[in-house]
């Protein structure tokens, strides 16, 4: 598992969206002061893959997940394990009471084409299918890493406080670990597969000694006795064959006098078909005489389109009758306007009086507005001075001319001031009226106006007309000559109809005739066609009664000749019937002989096909019998085959039941796996020190400044307990690809979270050389964590952390 870029969202100290890309790190610090958030991005891995920090205490607590000020926040990773581009997202929501749950998980695979310079976004969307969501995440997650959550808090992520897990491990705990990086279940895979094969193969061994069993009659001298009954089948196929062809030959013959005898048949019957249609005698006369009735109609025709055109050329000599319709229309339209204009001119008279008049009234009416409003003012004013009167104090001065009031002005009550404003209103309504009555007068006036010029205007139009035919009498006389002239030619019209249909009826008459004859024809001809192969003799196509009474008289004679010949021809044919029916007898009673059994037709295909039948069964059994022999020898070979399997897999499944081959098995790898840490721990311990293994699996360290002392790995000091588990986590790492795990279970990365702080410059030397060694090939990543700057400037890619009021934040660097 090798992380590509992890991204957090109200993660903890990380309130604001943030990303760390590590494509293109293999070695990478985090540095920052205590509290930064350095082991958060640390925890985000670990969080994304498994739903759980191993700093929280508790697996699957994921209330401290959520940043506190945050309702809702999100976790994601891209990361790469055998050669495929995974990415695991968990957002997390707090509910109104505020527990927080994971709204969302999922787990996909993406494109590996995908830059992952491109950022978190990019990568997520280049979605390639979804592998699980919600619970089932964490479980495919250990599926592709091959690590459960607390293995993976030993093999790959070391955290705070936690290096020493694997190292003080219980020897079972250990054991449980190097089962699944060993993948060692497999082993019980192939003894529970050997168990089932053992016992398929005894299954296989009975069954083939159930088939060898069912091999009866499969000796020498029943393929000896087959052997015979094949050459007797084979004799008797060829005296067969030569008895089908004689057959053969018979009923060829009698085949083709029997073909010969349908057709005389055929003949005879075509010849008796023959028979002259009832209407060919007096076919003729009715046709000649539908020709002479159509002349004549013809001809009648032509008389009445003659009286036609005529009727039309005096209706073209008359004129146009749509000029004197017009011309007299002009002279009617000129009578009724000259009345029409006289009325109009009266009412526009009257109308202008009536304008007149209106004008008058509403000068009255403006005249009395003006008396009244002019009466409302002075009553108004009356009314204002008296107000002012009572107001006014001896003394004091006029609010009017500013003098000092030295007498008070007697004062009569003013007349009414709502009387003198009714009036003014009941004034402007009698102008409105006078108004509105002068406008609609107008109006009036202007359509009567308006009116006039348009019965003078038409008045002119028709003077035109009137001027080029001024008699109207002439015009009338003209328009009768017309009409006279126009039903004349619709008389002669009718009359071409009537004749036209009554010559297309005759005409369809004579076509049927000649339909008829046509068909007669076609049937003397189609007669004929019947028996020209017979010989029938050529007749007059232009005489159809005399044709069919020539094409008879032939038939007669050829009939009786044909007969004759017909009765010799079945004598004939009886002849070979009999001789071929005694032929089939003798024949069926030699298949019989032979126990072949075949219908009494004797048909000679059927006989081939049941004589084949019995030499293709008589060398099948010989075939058979042979072939069970030689299946006896294969069965009693496999049946030996099959027992030595069984013999084996139930070898190989009783090795593999021994319940200390697993122990045997992650004993052989921790010896390995301690051997590789020891060597590194005498490095980092400047040779004090060496990791060994006691008769029970359990570690223990030998201090050479004490003799060489054995003794247990929880004696050491802090110091070097952490010298001791940072060499067992990276012999862990660089050795478990080795084990068998397959590429699942290969470890691309280790993150390691402090611990460097207890180590002298010395021993941190050796440390910072040990893990620039792990890295040097760029096939793993190797993340730390710490405080102390000697070691973090030794590493390539820095990122420094740092925290404010808003939450963490990280800045990538090369150092």
Known sequence: ?????????????????????????????????????????????????????????????????????????????????????????????????????????????????????????????????????????????????????????????????????????????????????????????????????????????????????????????????????????????????????????????????????????????????????????????????????????????????????????????????????????????????????????AGAGEAGRNVDDAGADLAVAGANLEQAEAERQRVRDADTAADLARRLSVGEPCPVCRRDVTDLPEHHAPPALGAADRNVQARKRELDAAQTRLRELERELSKREADLAGLGRQLDAQAARIHAHPDPEEVQRRLDAIAAAEQEATTARQAVRTARAELAKAEDERTALDREAGRALAELDGARDTVVALGAPSVDRADLHAAWTTLLGWRDREEGRRRQAAEALENTLGDLRHRRDERRRALAAELDAHEIAVPASIEPETVREAVLNAGNQAGNRLERIRRDRRMAGELAEEIHRHRQDARVAGELARHLRANNFENWLCGEALALLVGTASGTLRELSDGQFELVLDDKNAIEVIDYAEAGLRRSVRTLSGGETFQASLALALALSDQVARFGGGAARSLDSIFLDEGFGTLDPVTLDTVATTLERLTSGGDRMVGIVTHVPALAERVPVRFDVSRDNTGSHLEKRST
């Open 1 to 345: 598992m090798r992380p590509l870029c992890v991204h957090m969202d109200s993660f903890c100290s990380y309130r604001t969206p943030t990303s760390v890309s590590l494509h293109d790190v293999d070695y990478f610090v985090l540095v920052g002061p205590t509290g930064s958030g350095k082991s958060t991005v640390i925890d985000a891995i670990c969080f994304a893959l498994y739903g759980s920090v191993p700093r929280w205490g508790k697996e699957n607590v994921i209330r401290l997940a959520l940043a506190p000020s945050a309702n809702s926040g999100k976790v994601a990773l891209v990361f790469e394990s055998a050669g495929r581009r995974y990415g695991v997202v968990r957002a997390l929501a707090r509910s109104g009471r505020g527990a927080v749950t994971t709204k969302e998980a999922r787990l996909d695979e993406l494109d590996p084409s995908v830059d992952p310079a491109g950022g978190i976004e990019e990568l997520l969307a280049a979605q390639v299918r979804t592998i699980a969501d919600g619970d089932g995440v964490t479980a495919a997650v250990q599926r592709i890493t091959g690590l459960e959550y607390r293995f993976f808090m030993q093999c790959v992520v070391l955290p705070q406080g936690r290096f020493a897990d694997f190292l003080q491990a219980e020897p079972r705990k250990r054991q449980d670990l190097l089962v699944q990086l060993l993948d060692a279940k497999t082993f019980e895979l192939i003894k529970q597969r050997a168990g089932e094969e053992a016992k398929a193969a005894e299954v296989r061994a009975q069954a083939a000694e159930a088939q060898r069993a069912k091999l009866t009659g499969a000796d020498e001298t029943a393929e000896d006795e087959a052997a015979r009954r094949l050459e007797r089948m084979r004799a008797l196929r060829d005296r067969v064959r030569e008895a089908l062809d004689e057959l053969q030959r018979t009923g060829d013959e009698i085949r083709e006098g029997t073909a010969e005898a349908a057709e005389a048949e055929g003949a005879l019957a075509a010849l008796t078909a023959l028979a002259m249609p009832g209407d060919v005698p007096t076919l003729a006369d009715d046709l000649k005489a539908a020709n002479d009735e159509a002349e004549r109609l013809t001809r009648e025709v032509a008389r009445h389109e003659e009286a036609e055109s005529a009727a039309r050329d005096r209706v073209a000599d008359l004129g146009d009758k749509t000029v004197l319709d017009l011309a007299i229309t002009a002279h009617r339209d000129h009578v009724r306007l000259t009345g029409e204009i006289e009325e109009a001119r």
